[in-house]
């Protein structure tokens, strides 16, 4: 493994907020909802749409708008190829600091 691997991760995933949400996401068994990950990630509500915007259009993450009650309520979740760019960014990680710590 070389280091020079990192260029070939998905640079979506270096973003350290996008990072965090999507591993938020992945390890979440069900959807999300918009609150909760402010809450659980510190963010500001335009912090957390404009990288959701971005994670969508990567087809990492699905949206998913309703209404409850008369209250609208957005909901994300990771998909299967946000799943495998996340887990193949972590591998890649994982596998240089092993090879770079001795």
Do not use: Q, W
């Not at 999300?32 to 659980?40: A, L, P, Q, T, Y």
């Amino acid at each position: 493994m070389n280091i020079s691997n990192l260029l070939n991760v998905n640079p979506v995933l270096v973003d350290r907020v996008r990072l965090s949400i999507m591993a938020t996401l992945a390890f979440k068994k069900e959807p999300v909802d918009f609150n909760s990950i402010i809450i659980e990630l510190g963010l500001t509500k335009g912090n957390l749409s404009t990288h959701m915007k971005k994670l969508e259009t990567e087809k990492f993450v699905e949206i998913t708008k309703e209404f409850v009650g008369r209250k609208p309520k957005t909901t994300y979740s990771c998909t299967k190829f946000g799943k495998e760019a996340l887990n193949n960014y972590l591998k890649t990680v994982e596998d240089i600091l092993k090879k770079t710590s001795g």
